[in-house]
């Protein structure tokens, strides 16, 4: 059972890291109805440094829809580069092409930093930080927008990859479909720390703590058609090792 009933106060200290692309935005997104925390609220967070931080660590969204009154939520790869989320695909692409009429969308992205294991089942829940994002998607047309664009799903996926790989052809860019969100209207909310038990409860015998939780990747697997000539790339390793 998920403690999101858990009406306690929880302090949410959050350290902010440079993003990707190297610089902290110092301002805030402005609270909106909509965007507006309000279970728990002391949860929520608006600084763009903090939302951008969360995006730039997460690996796939899921963008949320709705057709002819019919909701769908589609897991997809993305990229950022300042106040743009791009998504991308073949022009084929169903949730592509809707979005392209300026549906309102939300997405959200989530990453898991925990499992918090209380003394009883109703306190048990998760450590977190996730973002939600809400506006119109626009589709990128200027070819160098695009190239920006492609370059940050390639980053985002791996770090210093853009520049050791082969860059996309005039056919490659043209036949791909790229949207960008702005990232206008967003918040971010946090959950950190120990269970919140009940008062009385903290006398029973049950452990009770925390399991932080990461994403690792384990030994790189060399493609079949490689030759064994060719080495580790720098990005490879320097992921690779950075999550040791
Ligand atoms: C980690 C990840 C990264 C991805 N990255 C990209 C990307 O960068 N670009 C891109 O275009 N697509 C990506 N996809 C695929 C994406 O989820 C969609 O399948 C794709 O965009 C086609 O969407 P559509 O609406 O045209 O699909 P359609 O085939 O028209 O969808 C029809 C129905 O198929 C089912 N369906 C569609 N996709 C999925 C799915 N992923 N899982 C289960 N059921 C599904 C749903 O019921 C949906 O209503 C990614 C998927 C994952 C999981």
Known sequence: MMTSMNPESISNPVTLEPTVSG???????????RSQVKRLAERGHYERALVYEILDEGLICHIGFVIEGQPFVIPTAYGRSGDRLYIHGSPASRMLRALKTQLEVCVTV????GLVLARSAFHHSMNYRSVVIFGQAEVVSSPDEKLTALQSFTEHIIA????????????????????ALPLHEASAKVRTGSPKDDEADYALPVWAGEIPLRLM???PIPDPRLPSTIAISPSVQQYTQRAQ
């Open 23 to 33: 610089t902290i935005p110092s301002d805030a997104l402005p609270m909106t109805s």
């Open 110 to 113: 989530t990453l898991l930093d």
């Open 160 to 179: 210093d990859r853009w520049a050791e790989v082969r860059q996309p052809t005039p056919q490659e860019i043209s036949g791909t479909l790229v949207l």
């Open 217 to 219: 990747p384990l030994s």
